[in-house]
């Protein structure tokens, strides 16, 4: 997701239309909110970005969100989420927000097909893992290549897999894996990890876990789905094939939180909010993973959606008292 950053709008239009709410993101943390601020009365309009349903929607199930005993669809998820909100108002527009000014209220948006002026804003942009960008990522995706261990280890049960990454959460999510997998091989750019040294330690003494020195991955190989890794030596520039289940890439995230860049206050990117998802600008909340850097899962993120339409109701009622 490409989002500019550019400098706030000075003004707002007189062309601009009017909500009393509006939600960026239609992952389930924008689609929660829009249930609960739909529910309170609000007409929410929610603003779905290029990725209608969010990142759920690139994965093929989902076996941990209560209430599916049998799993379900990662699209089919998003779309539940999008009709149970409409079914209560909800206008889910595909429409993308790239400027804002959040300097006065009512806040000012400029997105893909206008200008929207809004009392208050929740935040659900949520985030996007950072991609090796070499041949046969973006086709196997959901095929053996994956971004999340707690979600889709279950699926390498007695498989091998490799996890590309070296810092903490390369580690944690590699030693996870070995209570499914039946070798994690790290593979990594450098000649020693920048993990944790506990960490470090319970990896590297890990009867399943190995480690491929100052190597990079250069292609994922596969037809229907991943069959092994081509990978570099950067030091002698020496290339290999390694056969594999699948492969798990951990080399960081970049929450989608670039155009609030300098008019908000964040951390490390993320967009720092208090327990009622308050953000420091009265009026804007944040939810899910744009502003959590820690648990990045459907229920948690969908937890704060409603937590966060929550206080925005609260808000905007005690405005107008
Ligand atoms: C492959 C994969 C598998 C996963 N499997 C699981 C699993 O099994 N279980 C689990 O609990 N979690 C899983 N996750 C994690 C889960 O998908 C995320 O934690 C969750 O989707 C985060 O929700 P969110 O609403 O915060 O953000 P996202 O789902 O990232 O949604 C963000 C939304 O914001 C929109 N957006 C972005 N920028 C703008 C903008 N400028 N204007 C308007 N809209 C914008 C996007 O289009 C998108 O709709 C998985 C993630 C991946 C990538």
Request: charged share 20%; glycine share 10%; hydrophobic share 40%.
């Amino acid at each position: 997701m490409t989002v500019l950053n550019e400098a706030p709008v000075s003004s707002s239009s007189a062309a601009a239309r009017h909500t009393r709410l509006l939600i960026l993101g239609s992952g389930p943390a924008g689609l929660a909110a829009a249930l609960y601020a739909a529910r309170a009365e609000l007409a929410p309009v929610v603003l779905s970005g290029t990725e209608l349903g969010g990142q759920v929607s690139l994965t093929y199930t989902i076996e941990n969100y209560p209430g599916f005993p049998d799993g379900v669809g990662g699209a089919e998820l998003g779309n539940l989420f999008q009709k149970q909100a409409e079914r209560f108002g909800a206008q889910v527009e595909f429409d993308s927000a790239y400027r804002v000014d959040l300097s006065k209220r009512p806040f000012n948006l400029v997105t893909d097909n206008g200008e929207i002026q809004t009392d208050a804003l929740i935040i659900a942009t949520g985030a996007s893992p950072i991609l090796l960008n070499i041949p046969g990522e973006k086709e196997l995706t959901g095929k053996g290549i994956s971004y999340c261990a707690t979600c889709d280890g279950w699926f390498f049960k007695d498989k091998k897999v490799v996890v590309v990454g070296g810092g903490d959460t390369a580690l944690e999510e590699g030693l996870f894996l070995t209570r499914y997998a039946s070798s994690v091989t790290v593979i990594h750019r450098r000649d020693s990890l920048r993990a944790g040294v506990v960490l470090q330690k319970r990896a590297l003494e890990h009867p399943k876990m190995k480690f491929i020195w100052n190597t990079v991955a250069t292609e994922i190989v596969g037809r229907e789905k991943v069959e092994a890794v081509r990978t570099k030596n950067v030091q002698t520039g020496e290339e290999s094939l390694l056969p594999i289940d699948g492969v798990f890439v951990f080399i960081g995230h970049t929450p989608n939180t670039k155009m609030f860049e300098g008019q908000i206050e964040m951390e490390n990117a993320y967009i720092k909010v208090d327990n009622r998802m308050k953000t420091s600008v009265a009026g804007v909340f944040a939810a899910g993973e744009a502003a959590d850097p820690h648990f990045r899962q459907v229920i948690t993120s969908a937890g704060m959606g409603a937590a966060a339409a929550i206080e925005a109701t609260h808000f905007l009622e005690h405005e107008t008292a």
